[in-house]
C-alpha cells in the first residue's frame, strides 16, 4: 500500500469519527440565567379590606441551568417594605421566555403598609420572564398572592410588578 493511498484511508476513517464524536444535539434552552431586576410594584387589593399601595420592588432569579426549577426574592417597598423569598417551578415557552409558578413567604410587619399587606403569610407568585434575543436583558412581570396578608381584617394582598432586569 502506498504512503498516498494509507493517509486516503486514515483520513477517510477518521472524519466520520470526529464528526460524531462533536456532533452535539441541538436543544432548546430558554431563558436561562439569573437576573437581577427593579420595577414598580402595585397593590390590587379591593379597597374595602385596606388603603391601596404603591411603591417599587427590587427583585433576583437564581436560575438552577440543570433543574426547571429558580429561587426567587423580591423586596416589594411602599409605606412598609416586605420581603418576599419564593422557590418556582419554571416552564419554558420558547427560546427566550419562562412562564413560573412560586410559593413561598411574604416576611412583612407593623402597622404600615407594604404592597403585599403588613403581616407575615404565605405567598402564591405566578409570572413570566422574557429575555431580549442577543442581550442581558430581561422584561419580567409577576403577581403576588399574600393569604391573609392583612392584620385584623386577615384578607389576601395581592401586588403586581413588572420591570426590567439584567442576567448574570
Given at each position: 500500500?502506498?504512503?498516498?493511498?494509507?493517509?486516503?484511508?486514515?483520513?477517510c476513517?477518521?472524519?466520520?469519527?470526529?464528526?460524531?464524536?462533536?456532533?452535539?444535539?441541538?436543544?432548546?434552552?430558554?431563558?436561562?440565567g439569573?437576573?437581577?431586576?427593579?420595577?414598580?410594584?402595585?397593590?390590587?387589593?379591593?379597597?374595602?379590606?385596606?388603603?391601596?399601595?404603591?411603591?417599587?420592588?427590587?427583585?433576583?432569579?437564581?436560575?438552577?441551568?440543570?433543574?426547571?426549577?429558580?429561587?426567587?426574592?423580591?423586596?416589594?417597598?411602599?409605606?412598609?417594605?416586605?420581603?418576599?423569598?419564593?422557590v418556582?417551578?419554571?416552564?419554558?415557552?420558547?427560546?427566550?421566555?419562562?412562564?413560573?409558578?412560586?410559593?413561598?413567604?411574604?416576611?412583612?410587619?407593623?402597622?404600615?403598609?407594604?404592597?403585599?399587606?403588613n403581616?407575615?403569610?404565605?405567598?402564591?407568585?405566578?409570572?413570566?420572564?422574557?429575555?431580549?434575543?442577543?442581550?442581558?436583558?430581561?422584561?419580567?412581570?409577576?403577581?403576588?398572592?399574600?393569604?391573609?396578608?392583612?392584620?385584623g381584617?386577615?384578607?389576601?394582598?395581592?401586588?403586581?410588578?413588572?420591570?426590567?432586569?439584567w442576567?448574570?
Open positions: 500500500m502506498s504512503c498516498d493511498r494509507f493517509k486516503y484511508s486514515v483520513f476513517g477518521l472524519v466520520p469519527l470526529l464528526v460524531s464524536v462533536h456532533h452535539h444535539p441541538v436543544t432548546a434552552k430558554p431563558a436561562y439569573s437576573y437581577f431586576g427593579v420595577s414598580p410594584a402595585v397593590s390590587v387589593t379591593d379597597s374595602s379590606q385596606e388603603e391601596q399601595s404603591l411603591g417599587g420592588a427590587v427583585g433576583v432569579r437564581y436560575k438552577f441551568l440543570k433543574l426547571p426549577i429558580s429561587l426567587r426574592t423580591q423586596a416589594l417597598i411602599g409605606g412598609n417594605t416586605a420581603i418576599v423569598p419564593t418556582s417551578y419554571d416552564i419554558p415557552l420558547n427560546w427566550q421566555t419562562d412562564a413560573y409558578v412560586g410559593a413561598g413567604f411574604v416576611l412583612a410587619g407593623g402597622d404600615s403598609l407594604s404592597p403585599v399587606g403581616q407575615t403569610s404565605f405567598a402564591i407568585q405566578p409570572g413570566i420572564d422574557y429575555v431580549l434575543p442577543n442581550s442581558n436583558t430581561v422584561i419580567f412581570g409577576n403577581a403576588i398572592i399574600a393569604v391573609d396578608g392583612y392584620k381584617s386577615g384578607g389576601n394582598a395581592i401586588s403586581i410588578q413588572g420591570g426590567i432586569g442576567r448574570f
